[in-house]
């Protein structure tokens, strides 16, 4: 009534952004309600002089909606857009949209998703709240309902038994819109892809099934494309304290650990590995000088069958002395688990070829170990799960999906094109590697059986390997800084948001996303220390700190070094087609280069690991947040600090890097991504 006489209206300028991303634009008509505690306004058509411009890629358009009366304090908004007649219904993908209302309060709606069809859409206005926090009926109502709609878009689906469940997908399309590639990303991706051993100068040698006959001719496959890095490994290679130093600085610095007594089977004696007598082991273990890397896991499993031959895959023992001069020397290889008089212990004393072949196989054993159980299974597919439970089980307006949103990016494309191209029956790593295959299911299985929570915990990993004084230990150095620095930042975010254990407690949401994790991430096996729930703010601040770390710091140290260290094949073979010696004094040049993978199957190894090695032109570097999904001032803040942090660190690795003849920089911030994304 009080309309009719001409009372006045109260204004609430709407500001919507697009996003600054292809294809963000849309030519529907966009309608928006505003929702308060006091009641809600119209249907409002968001009409620009404009145009469709308003709603372009990137763009920033304002608008007013009148209300008669104070909605009071806003809860939500409702958008949609409904088709033109010319124009067909199109996606959308606005940003943010932020509201000032006549008292001059400005509410920011976090948004940063696709809309592809005409239904109403839900967001809350950006203040987190836990789930008994929510004391509004309708913020409870679209809480509800957008997990409700999650938990239809984001499936669990078993890919392979008895490793960690992942989204159920059938094809890329088939994977919600916000969680596949940008263009730009996915268009470099497919080149890469189809062009690799194209740009490797290497496409005539795809299909050569010969076996090496000099290494003079690898050298020349891989003149093609060096780095810095590979070059030095093809220097040196061959070198034990270059060997040793992969256990510690290179693609696998996972494996290594203190000996202080030698496992049964692995028999060496004084004699063998200190014929002067200088030293002893038991003194050298005693002094925390012996260090041990068993691949027992590969014990029994299955090789491959490629190019019609027999591969094989052993299950060494390798036993590493630190020296004096703080070189980490390999004195004793064991190629199989069970001690016999066909499996010798090579010694760095037998001729040049024994050793060589002795540690060829080791390293070729590293590789499987390597790419399946420290790459494959603990960053990429448990990011994955990590990521699917939280856009599962929480809300966009809870703390924690604002803090991890931002690292889980690409992650469950990467890991269906992993599983496509890769890992699947056709797939680069089942064809042409000798753990492919049925070997590859075996040895998962037995990886994630082996899970601890501690040894995803790099603090508690590196002290329980007995690592914490081992010098040039550069993974350990950087990554401990890293973790110090991530887990201040989430210790801060989160303590922001929960003042006591009692609300970690009660926190349903919270509680339903681990035990996801548990359920599907580690299939309900009582992994040592794997939460099941949480019950204090520690325990929660931790688990937040291992899942942003192993999505984005951990990955980084185990992938951004593919090429590096596997582009030179003989340091990484995939494969090897000779079995192991069971005798010494018959290893020849010949005998080695007869033991190396074939033409084709060095040249699909190289292709692969390039392409994994390569960073995409929209990289998100660790710790940044493209999206504004924070609104209150605290957070922001502390993103800020974590980011100074981030860059106090980077420059001191950068510092440090220019004294080593071999740079280690796979854990500078500047050179981690966020996410699982490569």
Sequence with gaps: MDCLFGSKMLDYEVTVFTANRPFAATFNNVFIKLVGTSGESERKWLLSLRGASAFAKGAVASFTVSCPTSVGKLVLIELDKQPLVVFPEDAWFPAKVEVKSPEGVTYNFPIYRWITDCKVHHFREGTALKGFEDNHHLGRYSREKEIKQRQKDYCWDVYADGIPHCIKADDLLSLPPEVRFSFSRQTEFLFNAGTGLAELQLKGLADNKMGWTNLDDISRVFCCKQTEISDYVQEHWKEDAFFGYQFLNGLNPMLIRRCDVLPDNFPVTDAMVFPDCRCCLVEEMRKGNIFLCDYKQLDGVKTNI???????????????????????????????????????????????????????????????????????????????????????????VHPLYKLLIPYTRYTMQINFLARKTLISEEGVFTKFTSSGGEGMSTFLKRSLFSVTYSSLCMPEDIAERGL??????????????????????????????????????????????????????????????????????????????????????????????????????????????LPPPTK???????????????????????????????????????????????????????????????????????????????PYTYMDPEEIENSVAI
Aim: proline letters at 6%; hydrophobic letters at 40%; charged letters at 25%.
């Design 468 to 577: 914490e004084d081992m010098p040039n230990f550069y993974y350990r150095d950087d990554g401990l800084r890293l973790w110090d620095i991530i887990n201040r930042f989430v210790r801060g975010v989160l303590s922001y948001y929960y003042k006591n254990d009692l609300e970690v407690q009660q926190d349903s949401e919270l509680q339903n996303w681990i035990l996801d994790i548990f359920e599907h991430g580690f299939l309900s096996h009582p992994c040592p220390g794997i939460p099941q729930k949480l019950a204090t703010v520690d325990e929660l601040i931790k688990f937040v700190t291992m899942v942003i770390f192993t999505g984005s710091a951990q990955h980084a140290a185990v992938n951004s070094g593919q090429y590096d260290y596997g582009g030179w094949m003989p340091n990484m073979a995939t494969s090897l087609q």
């Design 306 to 396: 490629i190019n019609g031959k027999k591969q094989y895959l052993v299950a060494p023992l390798v036993l590493l002395h630190k020296t004096p001069d703080d070189k980490l020397m390999p004195i004793a290889i064991q190629l199989k688990q069970k001690p016999a008089e066909d499996n010798p212990i090579f010694l760095p004393s037998d001729s040049e070829y024994d050793w060589l072949l002795a540690k060829i196989f080791v390293r070729s054993a590293d590789f499987s170990e390597h790419q399946l159980n420290i790459h494959l299974l603990r960053t990429h597919l448990l990011a994955e799960v990590f990521a699917v439970s939280l856009l599962r089980n929480i809300p966009m």
């Design 584 to 662: 010494k004094g018959e290893a020849t040049e010949e005998s080695m280069l007869k033991t190396l993978p074939d033409v084709n199957i060095t040249v699909q190894g190289m292709a692969t690991l390039w392409l994994l090695s390569q960073q995409s032109s929209d990289f998100v570097p660790l710790g940044q947040h493209p999206e504004d999904h924070f609104s209150e001032e605290t957070p922001r803040e502390m993103i800020k600090k974590f980011q100074k942090e981030l860059e106090a660190l980077s420059a001191a690795i950068k510092e440090r890097n220019k004294d080593l003849k071999v």
